[in-house]
Nanobody, 115 residues
Framework: QVQLVESGGGLVQAGGSLRLSCAAS????????MGWYRQAPGNQRELVAL???????NYADSVKGRFTVSRDNAKNTVFLQMNSLKPEDTAVYYC?????????WGQGTQVTVSS
């Protein structure tokens, strides 16, 4: 069993910054990728950013240049630094972990950006 615990969400004004953290614990054999998805009301869950075990990163076009995903391998923790936030970034942000062929999800943390 793998647990993902997120922290760092909140309310911020447009143009501001937030940093999300997600710590993985439990029976983790290997981590292929960690990252973040988000879901706004009425929308489907969408990829925000991923970081693979190789260090390669992948970002949604809408966040490129504003968000940075990073990882502390020793602590099985992934971070999302979000700068220049926009109201359209408002969503529940979910931590994601891929181990082998199994997907794991966190409970989600709310990010609200006011205009």
């Amino acid at each position: 069993q793998v647990q993902l615990v997120e922290s760092g969400g909140g309310l911020v004004q447009a143009g501001g910054s937030l940093r999300l953290s997600c710590a993985a614990s439990g029976s983790i054999r290997s981590i292929s990728a960690m990252g973040w998805y988000r879901q706004a009301p009425g929308n489907q869950r969408e990829l925000v950013a991923l970081i693979f075990s190789s260090g390669t990163t992948n970002y949604a076009d809408s966040v490129k240049g504003r968000f940075t995903v990073s990882r502390d391998n020793a602590k099985n923790t992934v971070f999302l630094q979000m700068n220049s936030l926009k109201p359209e970034d408002t969503a529940v942000y979910y931590c994601y972990l891929l181990s082998g062929l199994t997907n794991y999800w966190g409970q989600g943390t709310q990010v609200t950006v006011s205009s």
